[in-house]
């Protein structure tokens, strides 16, 4: 019975842990804060990992939500659980896409300042004509 409540106890941590994470994605960081955004997202990711293990080492097969080791509350918070994982996971990629797209305007930039800088630093010798007339 100690089993069951403990897992239980876990299901709903999990639940919360998701749901939290879920709304802390809906916030869109500012970009001199997205390092710190992205930490916590890593916290988030690490505390679902380490209760997601758990929960596959008290089932051998993995976090099935027919199993029968489940009561159907954990079986509900279990499918409300991939629902918003299926949420989470877009949201991150849209986050993921932002950030490539940041990092392609700072290249960019970073490639203007230094032609401003140094304009004829890749000038191509090919380029040359030579007037064969007398």
Same mark, same amino acid.
């Given at each position: 019975m100690d089993n069951?409540?403990? =897992?239980?106890?876990?299901?709903? !941590?999990?639940?919360?842990?998701?749901?939290?994470?879920?709304?802390?994605?809906?916030?869109?960081?500012?970009?001199?804060?997205?390092?710190?955004? *992205?930490?916590?997202?890593?916290?988030?990711?690490?505390?679902?990992?380490?209760?997601?293990?758990?929960?596959?080492?008290?089932?051998?097969?993995?976090?099935? *939500?027919?199993?029968?080791?489940?009561?159907?509350?954990?079986?509900?918070?279990? !499918?409300? *659980?991939?629902?918003?994982?299926?949420?989470?996971?877009?949201?991150? =990629?849209?986050?993921?896409?932002? *950030?490539?797209?940041?990092?392609?305007?700072?290249?960019?930039? =970073?490639?203007?300042?230094? =032609?401003? !800088?140094?304009?004829?630093?890749?000038? !191509?010798?090919?380029?040359?004509?030579?007037?064969?007339?007398?």
């Open positions: 069951s409540i403990n =897992k239980n106890s876990i299901v709903k !941590a999990l639940y919360q842990i998701t749901l939290d994470f879920l709304q802390y994605l809906q916030t869109e960081p500012e970009k001199e804060e997205r390092e710190v955004y *992205i930490e916590q997202v890593m916290r988030y990711l690490d505390q679902r990992d380490v209760l997601i293990s758990y929960l596959q080492g008290q089932d051998s097969s993995s976090f099935n *939500i027919d199993s029968k080791r489940y009561t159907d509350e954990e079986k509900q918070l279990g !499918a409300k *659980i991939v629902q918003y994982n299926q949420m989470i996971e877009e949201r991150l =990629k849209t986050q993921l896409g932002n *950030i490539e797209i940041d990092l392609v305007q700072i290249r960019n930039k =970073k490639n203007n300042q230094k =032609k401003y !800088a140094n304009p004829y630093e890749n000038v !191509a010798a090919d380029g040359m004509f030579f007037d064969k007339r007398k």
